[in-house]
């Protein structure tokens, strides 16, 4: 009898695990995973999403007849058609059930590193594909974003997706021979990446007029423009908003090109330069931006950025300079009124999403480190970002009352700054200098 009750109550509790194993797994597999931009317990006040719901589309775009300077030789200047694929996000009117995730389709890799395959993956994001452009309320102000060299469109989601749903349409450019599929000759981002910018700043304000005939009738406007850039995107928003070229650019890039004089035209001194600085650009955010060290800027040229530029660096860049680099740009743009927020003893990767899981891999050890910081948490670092872009963004382009945020002791660690719970801006530093009398 104790047997039979024994082989009963073993039996009984085999059925309990079996019907409580797929239980667990359920609940396991309804908790919702954590996606770039997504908040740590420990973000930032602005770090929050706004109350928009988020659509997002891709669209292709061509600047016809521009200078192919890779095939440029012994004085010849053959044209293209320089074909751009832009991502945008933006205000969406939806409904409440819909579900905001989407699917991004990016690469891993370089084109032009037979050690390093192309890879393709895919990773999800907080959008809705082609969701219907919420238009009820007016034109949202306009953001332009750059990527690095190589990069992608797809590198700061966590900050396009969070700014569209605070009220901005958000366009994020895919450089052309200078992303990870199709990264080739240096000289092609260097001198395209300020005309890439400018092409798309008139391509949006053409197709956010009323009855453009664009989905972005109305949305977009380009008139109350910011400018983000990454890295070599941070060279290029530079130059746009006023930082002119210095002379030692241009002799380095003739000596890349066979003696080329086409970047001229974006240096300090040239006239035509100073008829292209664009008064749409009210805002510019700088993430590491590339150049100081090799003679890109001069005095002369960076005190000709007057608009408002926040820099963000880490104290250990060793790819664009920290003391000598990004630092030296906010130290000689004397004219702008300007904050510095360094990530002390993070290197070079202080804008991107987080390592994507795909690179948790030994074998892609150096796919990893485009993304991740040695000595930073990157979804940390992402909700920073989101706070501060948020800030200053906000008081420039939407008169938002978030100066508080911004004047904050210089050394977090000494104070508890506005926005961030009790000790958590550890390790930052935020220098602010208004523009010389």
Known sequence: MKTSNLLWHTLLLLLFLCWQQPQAVHAQASHEAFLAGDLLPDAPELAVRGTYKVGVRTIDVVNKGQLNILKAANGTEPLYDRALKLEIWYPAQVTEKSKETVVYESTL??????????????????????????????????????????????????????????????????????????????????????????????????????????????LADANNTALIGYSMGGYGVLNVAGAGFSPQLTTFFSSMTGGSKAIDVRTASHAAYKASIDPRVKAVVAFAPWGMERGVWDAEGLKELKIPTFFVAGSQDDISGYEKGVKAIYAGAVNADRYLLTYINARHNVAPN?????????????DYYHYAEPAWNERRINNINQHFVTAFLGIHLKKQDYLKYLQVEEDANKATWPGFKPRTATGLELLHTSPAK
């Open 109 to 218: 890799g370089r084109a032009n590193d037979p050690k390093r395959p192309l890879i393709p993956f895919t990773f999800t994001g907080r959008a809705i594909r082609d969701a219907a452009p919420q238009t009820s309320e007016g034109a949202f102000p306009l953001v332009i974003v750059s990527h690095g060299y190589p990069g992608s469109r797809l590198l700061l989601t966590y900050l396009t997706e969070n700014l569209a749903s605070k009220g901005y349409v958000v366009v994020a450019i895919d450089h052309t021979e200078s992303t990870y599929k199709d990264v080739t000759g240096f000289q092609s981002t260097l001198l395209n990446r300020p005309k890439d910018i400018l092409f798309v700043l008139e391509y949006m304000a053409q197709a956010g007029k009323e009855k453009s005939n664009s989905f972005l009738s109305g």
């Open 354 to 366: 987080p390592p994507p899981s795909q690179t948790l891999k030994p074998e892609l050890m150096e």
